[in-house]
């Protein structure tokens, strides 16, 4: 079973950065990490989970919510079974906590049943 493992949320002031990490265990025997789409997901409390970034497992198609645009950056490490968000120049309104999720399909999507298997979370605060 595929397990997701979230590091690097954590307090941080307005202007700040963080790095988050997700690494994969136990995927799927033969199909290596290259092959998933892999994105970041974040939720408030009493909102519905939206989606922040992606990269897209064929073409490695990048895309970002409007809202992250200029101040965040995807990536993926395929021999470390990991992908990452940097976050730079952080706001109050980014406090969330974040998630990571992959998906064999070869396209991002915004929607979050798209998305087979998720990390627990990780807490984001931004503020002074």
């Known amino acids: 079973q595929t397990q997701l493992v979230e590091s690097g949320g954590g307090w941080v002031q307005p202007g700040g950065s963080l790095n988050l990490s997700c690494t994969a265990y136990?995927?799927?025997?033969?199909?290596?990490?290259?092959?998933?789409?892999v994105g970041w997901f974040r939720q408030v409390p009493g909102k519905e989970r939206e989606a922040v970034a992606c990269?897209?497992?064929?073409?490695?198609?990048?895309t970002y919510a409007d809202f992250v645009k200029g101040r965040f950056a995807i990536s993926r490490d395929n021999d470390r079974n990991t992908e990452y968000l940097q976050m730079n120049d952080l706001k109050p309104e980014d406090t969330a906590i974040f998630y990571c999720a992959i998906d064999p399909a070869p396209l991002c999507s915004e929607y979050t049943y798209d998305f087979a298997s998720w990390g627990q979370g990780i807490q984001v605060i931004v503020a002074s």
């Open positions: 990269i897209s497992s064929v073409t490695n198609t990048i």
């Open positions: 136990g995927l799927a025997s033969g199909r290596p990490f290259s092959s998933y789409t």
